[in-house]
């Protein structure tokens, strides 16, 4: 079984900065997909950015040119450096991969705030 450890989430001012991490282990065959995604209250869990095994990122376009989306394939690890923060940017953000053998695994979650 695959576990995701996330962290990096917490309060930040309106134009600051935070760096979501996540690692994952356990019965790894091969991560395809690793990503981000947010679930803001009241609001339906959306992509925020996903990254393949080749490299090639995709963004929402709310983020794109704030976030950077990066992995360590190494490490099993994800990141996303989140630049600009806006309050609207508020919400649960969840790791997922999806393993070409066991399929796709969710990450407990982390908080990001963005409030003065």
């Known amino acids: 079984q695959v576990q995701l450890v996330e962290s990096g989430g917490g309060l930040v001012q309106p134009g600051g900065s935070l760096r979501l991490s996540c690692a994952a282990s356990?019965?790894?065959?091969?991560?395809?997909?690793m990503g981000w995604y947010r679930q803001a209250p009241g609001k339906e869990r959306e992509l925020v950015a996903h990254?393949?095994?080749?490299?090639?990122?995709t963004y929402a376009d709310s983020v794109k040119g704030r976030f950077t989306i990066s992995r360590d394939n190494a490490k099993n690890a994800v990141y996303m450096q989140m630049n600009s923060l806006k309050p609207e940017d508020t919400g649960v953000y969840y790791c997922?991969?999806?393993?070409?053998?066991?399929?796709?695994?969710w990450g407990q979650g982390t908080l990001v705030t963005v409030s003065s």
């Open positions: 356990g019965t790894i065959f091969s991560i395809v997909v």
């Open positions: 997922r991969i999806v393993d070409g053998r066991y399929g796709q695994v």
């Open positions: 990254i393949i095994s080749g490299g090639a990122t």
